[in-house]
């Protein structure tokens, strides 16, 4: 027989027994829902795996097929990956080499719209982004040489298109003085001329002459685009040939057309006689606009190391604001005698120096009206 003690320590083991089996029990059960859990991850991944090479395979063929050049650069600037149209642009060889070594090597030069350009002319658009710092870049680099002649053509076609419309529109103006030159110049052998009426038709063809010299300018300077040569020109050399161009046309009206001192060495890079025809036609402008005894002040106001403003104001009625932004489209004109080609002239030539023409005016109070272009070179103090 078990005594007390012993039957008290049977129970306890039973008790112990069975916490142990029910312990066991839901650990089984742990166990059998922890492998299918991990079963169900395992599809999950599987999937995902399959997902994810199905993506990488889509990406690998569309950057196969992309006409882009996509470049990969490690935190060194070192070219790790390409995409055969990169290869085509490049050489198979930029693979490894540094990105600005092999730039200096398939490349002739970047215009001011940061563009690549070739040796054989073709125009390359070029754009980068950060992947992480410690990772590198991605480039994307694509040919936009035919798109750029395209924009060209256009541009072309709608001065030519403008060009139409300005014969219709100049036709009328042209025929006035043409009209009055033939006339002055038939009456000039007639024997009953004396010698001072005969000087006085000899100025009046003339001033009919020149002006169609003018209109012929402006009509060519428009329809090519406003830039011809391509050279450096001193800033202080340019004003002296405008300053002689508009003098006979100062003194016959009576104006004043003043050239302020400015800072020497500055000097812009384009066609020389292209800028004398803008800055002529500011300054005529201003005083056909004011009259007899205009006041036109001519300032050179240099920005910064790359831009400088070329100035024209005068003493005029001023523009109100709604007509300022028209002062610069072809044919606008608030003048009788105005072709309204002048200051659209003036524009294309800016444009195509890679600057823009700009105009300021209080009603009133004159306007300025201004030319700003980018420096070539910037000498110091002479």
């Not at 169900?40 to 992309?66: G, I, P, T, W, Y």
């Not at 790790?80 to 200096?104: F, H, K």
């Not at 003085?177 to 110049?185: E, F, G, Q």
């Not at 050279?231 to 100062?250: D, F, N």
């Amino acid at each position: 027989m078990l005594n007390e003690v012993e039957k008290n320590r049977l129970v306890e083991l039973e008790q112990a027994f069975e916490l142990f089996n029910e312990t066991s029990l839901q650990l089984t059960h742990a166990y059998e829902a922890l492998q299918q859990q991990v079963s169900d991850l395992q599809m999950q991944l599987a999937k995902s795996d399959r997902e994810k090479r199905k993506v990488a395979d889509r990406l690998s063929r569309l950057l196969n097929l992309l006409p882009a050049g996509v470049i990969v650069l490690n935190h060194k600037d070192e070219i790790v990956e390409m995409n055969p149209s990169a290869e085509v642009i490049l050489g198979a060889d930029a693979q490894g080499r540094n990105w600005d070594v092999v730039v200096m090597n398939a490349f002739l030069t970047r215009n001011d719209a940061g563009e690549l350009i070739t040796h054989d002319e073709k125009v390359f658009q070029y754009s980068e982004t950060d992947l992480d710092q410690a990772l590198g870049k991605i480039l994307l680099i694509q040919d936009v040489t035919s798109a750029r002649h395209l924009q060209d053509h256009v541009n072309r076609h709608q001065r030519l298109n403008s060009m139409g419309e300005m014969a219709a529109s100049l036709a009328h103006q042209i025929r006035t003085p043409l009209a009055s030159a033939l006339l002055y110049v038939s009456q000039m052998n007639s024997d009953q001329l004396d010698d001072s009426k005969r000087e006085k038709f000899v100025g009046k063809a003339l001033h009919s002459l020149r002006h169609l010299e003018g209109l012929v300018k402006d009509m060519l300077q428009y329809a090519k685009g406003g830039k011809g040569s391509e050279q450096k020109v001193e800033l202080r050399h340019l004003l002296e040939l405008v300053k002689q161009t508009v003098e006979p046309q100062a003194k016959l009206s009576g104006s004043e057309v003043l050239f302020d001192p400015f800072v020497p060495g500055l000097a812009v890079c384009g066609d020389q006689d292209g800028l004398v025809t803008a800055l002529q036609n500011l300054i005529g402008n201003a005083i056909d606009v004011v009259g007899k005894e205009a006041r036109v002040q001519v300032t050179v106001n240099k920005l910064d190391d790359e831009k400088v403003d070329i100035v024209v104001s005068d003493n005029g009625p001023g523009i109100p604001a709604e007509k300022l932004e028209k002062v610069f489209e072809p044919f606008y004109t608030s003048r009788a005698k105005g072709t309204g080609l002048g200051l659209a002239v003036v524009r294309a030539i800016a444009e195509a120096h890679n600057g823009q023409a700009w105009v300021k005016s209080i009603p009133g109070y004159g306007s300025k009206f201004g030319i700003r272009l980018p420096l070539a070179e910037v000498k110091g103090m002479e």
